[in-house]
């Protein structure tokens, strides 16, 4: 009984660290995310030939209404967390700067991922190997 009760500790203070990490991560994608929409939506506003303008004038002319800002900033972050996927969208380039920056983010995010995975693998392998902010004694 004592055995059970010290697995359940263990266990639950490993599964608390787990969703910590999990939940840090997901904060972070999100968070990276929000940041590449932001500089997406500034660049094709800046641009009377940018992707908004195309948007809004697919909206209007589906709902003879202008869209909203929300509508546009998931616009956006759609775009955004797709660049990240391999998922895809109906808003694309219309500019070079556009098309630059697409570039950009896809070549970023590959970097990004790839890195991560590879931290995430190296720490499955060494799950006990001391962090580099560890002090070590002779």
């Not at 359940?8 to 910590?20: C, G, H, K, M, Y």
């Not at 994608?29 to 009377?48: I, P, R, T």
Request: glycine content about 2%; hydrophobic content about 45%.
């Amino acid at each position: 009984s004592k055995m059970f009760s010290g697995l359940r500790i263990l266990t639950e203070s490993e599964l608390s660290v787990v969703s910590a990490k999990i939940t840090a991560w997901i904060v972070g994608v999100l968070l990276l995310n929000h940041m590449v929409a932001c500089l997406w939506f500034f660049l094709g506003d800046s641009n009377k030939r940018g992707w908004v303008t195309e948007e809004k004038d697919k909206y209007v002319l589906k709902y003879d209404t202008q869209p909203s800002n929300f509508y546009l900033y998931t616009t956006s972050l759609h775009w955004a967390v797709t660049q990240f996927t391999p998922a895809s969208m109906e808003v694309v380039p219309q500019n070079s700067f556009e098309r630059a920056f697409t570039i950009m983010v896809i070549i970023m995010a590959l970097v990004a991922f790839s890195s991560l995975l590879r931290f995430q693998l190296v720490l499955e392998k060494h799950p006990h190997a001391p962090s580099r902010t560890t002090a070590r004694t002779p």
